[in-house]
């Protein structure tokens, strides 16, 4: 793994650690399907999202997913980097319900496109979505 990707990787976990405690003490932002930003008070809402499993670091360093970036990014995403959904053009990092690495979860998913539902928040243009429930879209299933 290059140094370049290191550093993406250690910034994308710098500002989803400030985004968890930021949000631990309510003071964060939703992001609903309809895709309109909104205030957020301490309460949060489910939402389910609709998109592409993708390693972070390759997507953000070199811009690859699809089917010839699956072995790259599972390798990255087995090696501990995050994973994250790729929708409609927005990038959410994928967590779990109690902010820990979502990795396990979606690593079976890897470049296909999946639902997710759980809590979205976005602070500072980086938005995370807190993994509830993961299931492969009918009819999108890559083998």
């Known amino acids: 793994m290059t140094r370049y990707m290191k550093i993406v990787a250690f910034a994308i976990m710098a500002v989803v650690s400030t985004a968890a405690m930021s949000q631990a003490q309510g003071m964060g932002s939703m992001k609903g399907s309809h895709g309109m930003h909104m205030a957020m008070s301490m ?11 993708v390693g972070l670091s390759c997507y953000l360093a070199k811009g690859t997913h699809g089917e010839s970036a699956k072995a790259c990014q599972t390798a990255c995403v087995r090696s501990g980097l995050p994973v994250g959904i ?49 299931w492969p879209v009918k009819g999108k299933w890559k083998k």
């Not at 309460?43 to 499993?53: A, F």
């Not at 994928?94 to 902010?99: E, H």
């Not at 890897?110 to 809590?119: C, S």
């Open 43 to 53: 309460k949060s809402m489910n939402t389910t999202l609709e998109g592409q499993v």
């Open 86 to 134: 790729l929708s409609h053009g927005h990038v959410y990092l994928a967590v779990t319900s109690t902010n820990k690495s979502a990795n396990s979860l979606l690593l079976p998913y890897m470049e296909q496109e999946v639902k997710v539902t759980g809590v979205v928040n976005s602070r500072s243009g980086l938005s995370i979505v807190r993994v509830a429930k993961v």
